[in-house]
């Protein structure tokens, strides 16, 4: 295995000590001089209704009230706060059906929450004391909460466009039979011994994300608008947030604040169109928008829900013949991300069994309930839920164990991957499945629960998954970088790559630092300012080491190119009889013949004459590496978990008492970077398939949008947790890396249910699996 | 909806129960005590508002926590669930009470919630409220016009309303010596480890040998206010406890309860496990002596 210096390295974090300390300056930290506030005046009486009457006057009149602002007083055109639609081309757009339906103010409420006016006032206080005297009146509409109902033929339609309300299916041009397909599946059943089916529920989950969407905006005296906010995505929210304003580029600034956790929540525009539209109505004042919890529950994008329906067919020697399946998501009330998970829970289905035949179908219902989006996993845990517990519920019937049956027939290198002509260049997923299996003592396990009786039982159960770093070739995969080495031969990296908490600033100072042959401590990476940095996609797919890492290695290797051959011209020797080691530039064989890399960038910058020569001393010019870099691959992870639970079966509780993942990451940059997201990915993934679910009444009024009604798991229900890292360098990835940023949640969710499974020999087929469903289902 | 700024009100910062009750005699429901806060702050981030705020956090006296063999344990009102957690005679004499502190949401939360708070709100999740009802309790009220005591049988009238008169500030509540032979324990079931009961059960059970003499049973999250289930007292007064006696109970308990459907379970999940609950928090207070057979 190669030595590296600073890869592979438990090194400081560079947001640690900043957090820690209570120095990172969020955008609810940052004051200005003559700042104002904005208030959202959002419908909470409705979840569907038609405004019918807006009374600002009342408003107007408050204490402390620069302005109010109904739907005609700010730009009435539409956009599409995902991001999506900028990954594909203008063709691809029109293909897929992307639209924009939203409006910084409504008179249609689709959903509650939806925003239907605005009050600016010189405090909060003000702001929200006015908000309360803004008077509406409405006509009551039907609420569609499901995808059975708002495609009812006399339902409401939410768009024109879109008939049935189905906001989007796989468009025939690029999916045949609008399914994403391979062989020809009614075949393959009728070859079939065994078939298991059933139909899913998979929950509305919410990030909960720490931060709440806090912004700023201010269009300033040089009439351009500054935007600060903690997206995820800075230099598409640029993008988007110039077309919405009709601004050129060049004045529209992003101002990447501290991101307290995205999660997907900030992956696209959140209110950067509502604060921004606020801040054009008072030219040269800041506007601060705050969002409460709730606000932000039912204003930012969470999974998406849905019945989700599969068959599998099996030979009676274990062969997979064929899989069917149709994931029905309840969309929510705007277009947003409608194509992307709908696709992708789908690729994830195809990328992991070797099926002769598979079909799938994706389809988004518009619904009245809060718009769904990005949330780590885009699809995964959602497809790992069903697709787990029907392969577990197949070896049952087969009488296979489900770890040699996963070994035996999941895709592996030279299968297509989840995008179909794109096979995979790596997997170590057997590997994984093998250190789990012997960590957590399998064999023994599920031979001892086989026969149990009394109130407690235990079970043990398994998944696996695949997940893909970066969203090539489906979506545009691009970031720039560009490094500036200093006289002092330290660097700057200059990125638009975010750190969401994720560790990807650490990481890819990592990369930079043995890329250069700097130390780490010599390198600073300036983010967050959209004016200086090149193009990035931003924080989505888990891409941000691979991609961003590519364009930082390659930038850097640029710089360090441009190093060796100022070595070379001042040493008179070849590149190639180069060597660097502890930043000096040596010729190989000789010990007495070298330049130190300080010089080399000191004399770029002085370059000073020789007072006796009258020459220059050494090459002139700064060094600067760059890379616009489009990554070649997408280097799928693979991972297992192990999970082992224990069912109270006089309550239902279940208490999950060990989890141990296995993870194929190529190679751990930092490792304590990776077992914190394979631990984190696990909270979230044991929470959606146990606690975790936003829900409404029948009138489409959220019901327990904040942390009282809303349960995740604290640190204190987290099960001892055990990470394998299983390092099998992927031929494409900065140092062999893989992703792991999204990974972590998947496989927790069906190792879970499948130790239910295996404790009770019942599956339960919503989740999340609550002790209320867990009982309803074994009392008989 | 919460709000991110709160309402207006007057701050009052007394110096003695004096002071306290004569301005609670001057604003009467225009007032509210501020104790810990714990439930009073979250109230007021939502749409209550109140003139008033009279915080306790200058008045003296107010924290004793004292037990003494003969008159029993007094709580007084700034007494917080984390001392109620590391007073041994309360772990000693009323398990029932230090095992609801135990659980009690979190280490922050109990540095600042009170008890007396907790029975103030008198909501049916209360679960220091629960244990104290189990163990029989009284609270002490202070008003201008003096001092009277209500049992807390008859102190919460429904969902968040209690006998307290509005001029009235409640400086302790008094819970019985144990008398010898008295077991008692708590138990909740949460959605996760820190949240709110969703249904709870507290037991104090006069036990000679294996005989229970005399017992309090008491659930909550089973109604408006937290109760107590005076057939299932029935059932263990004077009974041996047997497995058979406990398999009786868990079969009675459904219907003595009134659950419904809200954020943290349902009316059928309860009534399902109610029984269940209660056998379990009788075999632990029970359980160091092994007398269930
Ligand atoms: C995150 C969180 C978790 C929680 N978890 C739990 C839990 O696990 N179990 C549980 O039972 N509760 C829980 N609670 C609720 C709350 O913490 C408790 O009810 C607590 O005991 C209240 O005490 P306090 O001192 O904070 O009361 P305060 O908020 O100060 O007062 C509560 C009410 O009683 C009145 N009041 C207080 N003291 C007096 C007095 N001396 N005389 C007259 N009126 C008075 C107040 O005016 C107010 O109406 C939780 C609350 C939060 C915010």
Same mark, same amino acid.
């Given at each position: 295995?190669?030595?590296?210096?600073?890869?592979?390295?438990?090194?400081?974090?560079?947001?640690?000590?900043?957090?820690?300390?209570?120095?990172?300056?969020?955008?609810?930290?940052?004051?200005?001089?003559?700042?104002?506030?904005?208030?959202?005046?959002?419908?909470?009486?409705?979840?569907?209704?038609?405004?019918?009457?807006?009374? @600002?006057?009342?408003?107007?009149?408050?204490?402390?009230?620069? *302005?109010? @602002?109904?739907?005609?007083?700010?730009?009435?055109?539409?956009?599409?706060?995902?991001?999506?639609?900028?990954?594909?081309?203008?063709?691809?757009?029109?293909?897929?059906?992307?639209? %924009?339906?939203?409006?910084?103010?409504?008179?249609?409420?689709?959903?509650?929450?939806?925003?239907?006016? /605005?009050?600016?006032?010189?405090?909060?206080?003000?702001?929200?004391? /006015?908000?309360?005297?803004?008077?509406?009146?409405?006509?009551?509409?039907?609420?569609?909460?499901?995808?059975? /109902?708002?495609?009812?033929?006399?339902?409401?339609?939410?768009?024109?466009?879109?008939?049935?309300? @189905?906001?989007?299916?796989?468009?025939?041009?690029?999916?045949?039979?609008?399914?994403?397909?391979?062989?020809?599946?009614?075949?393959?059943?009728?070859?079939?011994?065994?078939?298991?089916?059933?139909?899913?529920?998979?929950?509305?989950?919410?990030?909960?994300?720490?931060?709440?969407?806090?912004?700023?905006?201010?269009?300033?005296?040089?009439?351009?608008?500054?935007?600060?906010?903690?997206?995820?995505?800075?230099?598409?929210?640029?993008?988007?947030?110039?077309?919405?304003?009709?601004?050129?580029?060049?004045?529209?600034?992003?101002?990447?604040?501290?991101?307290?956790?995205?999660?997907?929540?900030? @992956?696209?525009?959140?209110?950067?169109?509502?604060?921004?539209?606020?801040?054009?109505?008072?030219?040269?004042?800041?506007?601060?928008?705050?969002?409460?919890?709730?606000?932000?529950?039912?204003?930012?994008?969470?999974?998406?829900?849905?019945?989700?329906?599969?068959?599998?067919?099996?030979?009676?020697?274990?062969?997979?013949?064929?899989?069917?399946?149709?994931?029905?998501?309840?969309?929510?009330?705007?277009?947003?991300?409608?194509?992307?998970?709908?696709?992708?829970?789908?690729?994830?289905?195809?990328?992991?069994?070797?099926?002769?035949?598979?079909?799938? &179908?994706?389809?988004?219902?518009?619904?009245?309930?809060?718009?769904?989006?990005?949330?780590?996993?885009?699809?995964?845990?959602?497809?790992?839920?069903?697709?787990?517990?029907?392969?577990?519920?197949?070896?049952?019937?087969?009488?296979?164990? =489900?770890?040699?049956?996963?070994?035996?027939?999941?895709?592996?290198?030279?299968? %297509?991957?989840?995008?179909?002509?794109?096979?995979?260049?790596?997997?170590?997923?057997?590997?994984?499945?093998?250190?789990?299996?012997?960590?957590?003592?399998?064999?023994?396990?599920?031979?001892?629960?086989?026969?149990?009786?009394?109130?407690?039982?235990?079970?043990?159960?398994?998944?696996?998954?695949?997940? *893909?770093?970066?969203?090539?070739?489906?979506?545009?995969? &691009?970031?720039?970088?560009?490094?500036?080495?200093?006289?002092?031969?330290?660097?700057?990296?200059?990125?638009?790559?975010? %750190?969401?908490?994720?560790?990807?600033?650490?990481?890819?100072?990592?990369?930079?630092?043995?890329?250069?042959?700097?130390?780490?401590?010599?390198?600073?990476?300036? *983010?967050?300012?959209?004016?200086?940095?090149?193009?990035?996609?931003?924080?989505?797919?888990?891409?941000?080491?691979?991609?961003?890492?590519?364009?930082?290695?390659?930038?850097?290797? %640029?710089?360090?190119?441009?190093?060796?051959?100022?070595?070379?011209?001042?040493?008179?020797?070849?590149?190639?009889?180069?060597?660097?080691?502890?930043?000096?530039? &040596?010729?190989?064989?000789?010990?007495?013949?070298?330049?130190?890399?300080?010089?080399?960038?000191?004399?770029?910058?002085?370059?000073?004459?020789?007072?006796?020569?009258?020459?220059?001393?050494?090459?002139?010019?700064?060094?600067?590496?760059?890379?616009?870099?489009?990554?070649?691959?997408?280097?799928?992870?693979?991972?297992?978990?192990?999970?082992?639970?224990?069912?109270?079966?006089?309550?239902?509780?279940?208490?999950?008492?060990?989890?141990?993942?296995?993870?194929?990451?190529?190679?751990?940059?930092?490792?304590?970077?990776?077992?914190?997201?394979?631990?984190?990915?696990?909270?979230?993934?044991?929470?959606?398939?146990?606690?975790?679910?936003?829900?409404?009444?029948?009138?489409?009024?959220?019901?327990?949008?904040?942390?009282?009604?809303?349960?995740?798991?604290? =640190?204190?229900?987290?099960?001892?947790?055990?990470?394998?890292?299983?390092?099998?360098?992927?031929?494409?990835?900065?140092?062999?890396?893989?992703?792991?940023?999204?990974?972590?949640?998947?496989?927790?969710?069906?190792?879970?249910?499948?130790?239910?499974?295996?404790?009770?020999?019942?599956?339960?087929?919503?989740?999340?699996?609550?002790?209320?469903?867990?009982?309803?289902?074994?009392?008989? | 909806?919460?709000?991110?700024?709160?309402?207006?009100?007057?701050?009052?910062?007394? +110096?003695?129960?004096?002071?306290?009750?004569?301005?609670?005699?001057?604003?009467?429901?225009?007032?509210?005590?501020?104790?810990?806060?714990?439930?009073?702050?979250?109230?007021?981030?939502?749409?209550?508002? !109140?003139?008033?705020?009279?915080?306790?956090?200058?008045?003296?006296?107010?924290?004793?926590?004292?037990?003494?063999?003969?008159?029993?344990?007094? !709580?007084?009102?700034?007494?917080?669930?984390?001392?109620?957690?590391?007073?041994?005679?309360?772990?000693?004499?009323?398990?029932?009470?230090?095992?609801?502190?135990?659980?009690?949401?979190?280490?922050?939360?109990?540095?600042?919630?009170?008890?007396?708070?907790? !029975?103030?709100?008198?909501?049916?999740?209360?679960?220091?409220?629960?244990?104290?009802?189990?163990?029989?309790?009284?609270?002490?009220?202070?008003?201008?016009?003096?001092?009277?005591?209500?049992?807390?049988?008859?102190?919460?009238?429904?969902?968040?309303?209690?006998?307290?008169?509005?001029? +009235?500030?409640?400086?302790?509540?008094?819970?019985?010596?144990?008398?010898?032979?008295?077991?008692?324990?708590?138990?909740?079931?949460?959605?996760?480890?820190?949240?709110?009961?969703?249904?709870?059960?507290?037991?104090?059970?006069?036990?000679?040998?294996?005989?229970?003499?005399?017992?309090?049973?008491?659930?909550?999250?089973?109604?408006?206010?937290?109760?107590?289930?005076?057939?299932?007292?029935?059932?263990?007064?004077?009974?041996?406890?047997?497995?058979?006696?406990?398999?009786?109970?868990?079969?009675?308990?459904?219907?003595?309860?009134?659950?419904?459907?809200?954020?943290?379970?349902?009316?059928?999940?309860?009534?399902?496990?109610?029984?269940?609950?209660?056998?379990?928090?009788?075999?632990?207070?029970?359980?160091?002596?092994?007398?269930?057979?």
């Amino acid at each position: 295995m190669t030595e590296y210096a600073v890869i592979g390295k438990k090194v400081e974090r560079v947001d640690a000590r900043i957090k820690v300390m209570g120095g990172a300056l969020y955008a609810a930290d940052i004051q200005m001089a003559g700042m104002l506030y904005g208030k959202i005046v959002r419908c909470y009486d409705y979840a569907h209704a038609r405004v019918t009457g807006l009374d @600002l006057s009342e408003a107007a009149k408050c204490p402390g009230v620069v *302005t109010v @602002l109904g739907p005609e007083d700010v730009t009435t055109k539409a956009y599409n706060a995902s991001v999506l639609d900028m990954m594909v081309s203008t063709d691809m757009r029109t293909v897929l059906g992307d639209i %924009d339906d939203q409006n910084i103010f409504t008179d249609h409420v689709k959903h509650y929450g939806d925003a239907i006016a /605005a009050i600016i006032a010189i405090s909060e206080e003000a702001a929200e004391r /006015a908000a309360e005297k803004v008077k509406a009146t409405y006509e009551e509409l039907p609420v569609y909460l499901t995808a059975e /109902a708002s495609k009812q033929p006399d339902a409401i339609q939410f768009r024109p466009e879109k008939p049935g309300n @189905l906001a989007f299916q796989l468009p025939e041009m690029a999916f045949p039979n609008n399914s994403y397909a391979w062989g020809d599946v009614d075949k393959s059943f009728a070859d079939a011994d065994i078939i298991v089916e059933d139909t899913f529920y998979v929950p509305k989950q919410k990030q909960c994300q720490m931060e709440p969407g806090n912004y700023i905006a201010l269009y300033d005296d040089q009439q351009r608008l500054n935007c600060w906010t903690s997206t995820q995505m800075p230099k598409l929210v640029q993008k988007k947030l110039a077309n919405l304003f009709e601004l050129p580029m060049t004045r529209v600034k992003i101002n990447q604040t501290v991101i307290g956790g995205g999660f997907g929540a900030r @992956l696209g525009m959140v209110l950067e169109p509502e604060t921004c539209a606020l801040a054009m109505a008072v030219p040269g004042r800041p506007v601060k928008i705050l969002s409460t919890r709730e606000e932000d529950w039912v204003t930012s994008p969470s999974r998406h829900p849905g019945k989700y329906w599969m068959r599998m067919g099996f030979k009676k020697d274990g062969t997979p013949v064929a899989c069917d399946a149709k994931f029905e998501n309840y969309k929510g009330a705007y277009y947003v991300d409608a194509s992307g998970t709908a696709f992708t829970t789908g690729a994830w289905l195809g990328g992991m069994y070797k099926f002769d035949s598979l079909r799938y &179908h994706g389809e988004s219902y518009y619904t009245n309930q809060s718009i769904c989006g990005a949330f780590r996993g885009y699809g995964n845990p959602q497809t790992n839920f069903v697709m787990e517990q029907l392969v577990d519920r197949g070896c049952v019937e087969l009488g296979v164990d =489900p770890i040699e049956w996963r070994k035996k027939w999941h895709k592996t290198i030279g299968d %297509d991957g989840w995008c179909m002509g794109v096979p995979y260049n790596s997997c170590a997923l057997d590997e994984c499945l093998d250190r789990a299996a012997a960590a957590i003592g399998w064999a023994e396990k599920r031979e001892k629960y086989k026969h149990q009786s009394g109130n407690i039982r235990r079970g043990i159960g398994v998944a696996v998954m695949n997940h *893909t770093s970066g969203a090539m070739p489906m979506l545009l995969e &691009h970031t720039v970088c560009d490094v500036i080495l200093h006289q002092d031969a330290t660097a700057t990296l200059n990125l638009a790559c975010s %750190d969401m908490g994720q560790g990807s600033h650490t990481t890819l100072r990592q990369v930079a630092a043995e890329t250069l042959g700097f130390n780490y401590e010599d390198i600073y990476i300036a *983010t967050g300012n959209s004016d200086a940095a090149g193009f990035d996609i931003g924080a989505h797919a888990s891409r941000t080491l691979y991609v961003g890492g590519g364009a930082v290695k390659q930038a850097c290797e %640029d710089a360090r190119r441009q190093l060796f051959d100022r070595a070379a011209l001042e040493l008179e020797e070849e590149v190639g009889n180069l060597y660097m080691e502890d930043k000096i530039i &040596h010729v190989k064989g000789t010990s007495n013949k070298s330049i130190s890399v300080q010089t080399l960038t000191d004399q770029g910058i002085n370059n000073f004459m020789n007072p006796e020569t009258g020459e220059l001393i050494g090459q002139p010019g700064q060094i600067k590496g760059y890379a616009s870099f489009f990554p070649p691959h997408n280097a799928p992870p693979f991972g297992a978990t192990i999970a082992e639970v224990e069912v109270d079966m006089e309550t239902g509780e279940v208490r999950v008492l060990q989890l141990v993942n296995a993870h194929d990451v190529g190679k751990a940059i930092h490792p304590g970077v990776v077992e914190g997201q394979l631990d984190g990915g696990a909270q979230q993934g044991l929470g959606m398939v146990l606690t975790e679910e936003t829900y409404y009444d029948d009138k489409g009024i959220c019901l327990n949008n904040s942390f009282t009604d809303y349960k995740m798991l604290g =640190p204190s229900d987290m099960p001892k947790m055990t990470n394998i890292l299983v390092e099998d360098a992927d031929p494409t990835g900065p140092f062999g890396a893989k992703s792991v940023g999204e990974a972590g949640i998947v496989p927790p969710v069906g190792a879970t249910a499948n130790a239910i499974f295996n404790a009770i020999g019942i599956q339960i087929l919503e989740a999340p699996i609550t002790p209320e469903k867990v009982l309803k289902a074994i009392i008989i | 909806m919460t709000s991110r700024v709160m309402r207006d009100f007057d701050l009052l910062l007394p +110096e003695s129960v004096t002071e306290v009750v004569t301005l609670l005699a001057r604003h009467k429901d225009k007032s509210a005590i501020l104790a810990g806060g714990t439930d009073l702050l979250v109230a007021l981030k939502f749409d209550y508002a !109140i003139d008033n705020v009279i915080s306790l956090a200058l008045v003296p006296g107010l924290g004793t926590l004292r037990f003494d063999p003969q008159d029993g344990l007094v !709580i007084g009102a700034k007494v917080t669930v984390a001392e109620i957690l590391k007073s041994a005679e309360v772990k000693a004499n009323y398990p029932a009470l230090w095992q609801a502190a135990q659980v009690f949401a979190t280490p922050q939360l109990r540095n600042t919630a009170t008890v007396l708070g907790n !029975i103030m709100r008198a909501s049916p999740a209360g679960d220091c409220s629960l244990a104290i009802l189990a163990l029989g309790g009284t609270v002490l009220l202070q008003s201008t016009a003096g001092q009277r005591e209500v049992d807390l049988d008859n102190f919460w009238l429904s969902y968040a309303v209690t006998a307290r008169q509005d001029d +009235e500030l409640a400086i302790a509540v008094k819970i019985p010596a144990p008398p010898s032979g008295q077991k008692s324990a708590f138990r909740r079931m949460t959605r996760t480890t820190e949240d709110l009961s969703k249904l709870g059960a507290a037991v104090s059970l006069h036990m000679a040998g294996n005989v229970c003499q005399q017992a309090r049973v008491a659930m909550g999250c089973v109604g408006p206010t937290l109760v107590r289930l005076p057939a299932i007292e029935k059932i263990l007064a004077g009974a041996k406890v047997t497995t058979e006696l406990l398999q009786d109970i868990v079969g009675s308990v459904a219907a003595e309860i009134n659950p419904i459907d809200d954020q943290r379970s349902s009316a059928d999940y309860r009534l399902k496990v109610a029984g269940v609950l209660v056998r379990r928090v009788i075999e632990q207070a029970l359980d160091n002596e092994g007398n269930v057979q």
